[in-house]
């Protein structure tokens, strides 16, 4: 373990594995490790792609990723499951061909799985993207299932995000409705072979159009319209259009100012992140489950207050003075 | 200010004006007057109304308050609404019924505009309820517009939570599966006179029947079926029912243990929530904003890492020793 910063950064795919083993478990060592990482980080394009199960996300990364190979990129691959942890998500013809691919020494996949508490997924993700990064890694993708705010939190991570629908999946793009369409960069409409794929790129172009964030509001500035791209994975079409749209995003990043605008506003977010998680641990040192309990049936038989609880325990942790 | 705990709790309605105000704009005494407040709240049955805009909600409260009235409660109304401030969302018709009710001294309306940070503002309606609750109203409504985090949050002060949907509103019910599910314990079909209006009422039961969440697991225990009911404010149907609902579901929460369970989950997250605005609140008066932004440069010019810099705001805090 004493020379797993070198070893990855010499490209030893073993000790990247260690590394995201170490992250996983949240072994307090890996932060040290990841402090010194964090300098050689910076370089990797990093994109998500999300969409209801079924939506053929698996097979689309498995694509994306051929298609970087051939670009000739090394290439990491997140595949960030919070309900099966075992399967991760995908189904047995994409795991085969996820495997295919995990053979090339120049692509890293790992699935990980959610654990603990909101937040504690986008953390861990974050680190090891920020592992693969630093191990010249790039592009590396984020595939989440759903979007809830785990998945959202998660996506936030990312500089371009896809989101895939399924032709005739209308729940979904009501789904995408309520949370996602704030963060997608691109839609790619996937099994474009079946029936309705067309109708779905029109449903999608309209919900656009309908959103008034979404629009050019000056003329002068760069602007990323969003594309809506159809995909077939048994016909093998598409895919280079999205490689392409995803370096297009890239390129507006840069030239907007937006990918420094980005890095800023995460990299504070995850500071304050990694303190309120801080604060957490402390109070679970600090206060066992019978405390816990004790200290909540004060409160509901109204013997004592939140206020005053709270007031202690933040004595307990160091942070007011008694 | 010196004795508005002694007139707020004698039923000074200015009293309790006041108090909502120091809430609302975090005065620090606020804190110091809830705490004694606390002894004297827990009576209340909080009642949450949400839905979309236009769905009907400022209306049906509205009815549900002159239903109380006419059942002789005290009735309080606590409107939430994040994205108008200044209107409370309601349109002008609403407006004027709901300050026809205002004029009675058994019922206290307040809106609340949302600020501040995430969580911030279930954090102020919990205190808001908890001044009301000591103050002796019983119901508290707290009416909240759409289905985000923060509503979410907000809702989960109450003990009955009514989603209300206007009929023809496919979209609405999308909208419902994706977040609001699982925390309905009514739901209300308004503008029952409409077209459309018995066929929402059966895709709801139809959504309902799908929840496996939601069966009768345990025979022998106490089981809610949540009711879909029609309300027309217009012909002044479905109100009655609506309360006797809402009165209904109290009882099962008693009965079944629930309400006691439900108290002592939120005291402990409100507990939990007042520690890290502690927190939130010591890293903002130890960093100024020019502070910040020489830590995120450092991080993203990759001079320095999140995880020494957060160690070294977690010494400032206190909560780490040097």
């Not at 969409?51 to 000739?72: I, Q």
């Not at 979007?147 to 793009?173: F, K, N, S, Y």
């Amino acid at each position: 373990l004493e020379n797993i910063v070198e070893r990855l950064l010499n490209g030893d795919r073993r000790a990247l594995a260690r590394m995201v083993t170490l992250i996983e478990n949240e072994i307090p060592a890996a932060r040290r490790y990841l402090a010194e990482l964090h300098q050689y980080a910076g370089r990797a394009h990093i994109v998500g792609v999300t969409g209801a199960p079924g939506a053929g996300k698996s097979t689309l990364v498995t694509h994306l990723v051929r298609e970087w190979r051939r670009r000739d990129a090394k290439v990491g691959v997140v595949a960030v499951d919070p309900t099966s942890p075992l399967t991760g998500g995908a189904i047995l013809g994409d795991r085969i061909r996820m495997m295919e691919l995990s053979g090339d020494p120049r692509v890293f996949i790992r699935s990980m799985a959610s654990r603990g508490s909101l937040g504690g997924l986008a953390a861990s993700t974050r680190d090891v993207v920020r592992a693969m990064d630093a191990a010249g890694y790039n592009p590396i993708n984020i595939e989440t299932v759903g979007t809830g705010q785990d998945e959202v939190e998660v996506m936030r991570t990312a500089h371009t995000v896809l989101v895939v629908c399924a032709p005739g999946m209308g729940d979904d793009i009501q789904a995408i409705k309520a949370g996602i369409l704030e963060i997608a960069d691109i839609f790619v409409v996937s099994k474009a072979d079946k029936p309705g794929a067309d109708q779905t790129v029109a449903e999608l172009s309209m919900l656009l159009s309908l959103d008034p964030t979404r629009r050019q509001h000056d003329k002068s500035r760069p602007y990323w319209k969003i594309p809506v791209l159809k995909t077939s994975a048994i016909k093998d079409q598409g895919i280079t259009q999205v490689v392409d749209a995803i370096q297009q995003h890239y390129a507006y990043l840069v030239e907007s100012g937006m990918l420094a605008h980005r890095a800023q506003r995460q990299v504070r977010s995850e500071v304050e992140a990694l303190v309120l998680h801080a604060v957490v641990n402390q109070l679970k040192a600090k206060t066992s489950e019978d405390d816990w309990q004790k200290l909540v049936e004060d409160i509901t038989s109204r013997e004592r207050d939140p206020y005053s609880v709270a007031n202690e325990l933040e004595e307990k942790i160091g942070l007011r003075q008694p």
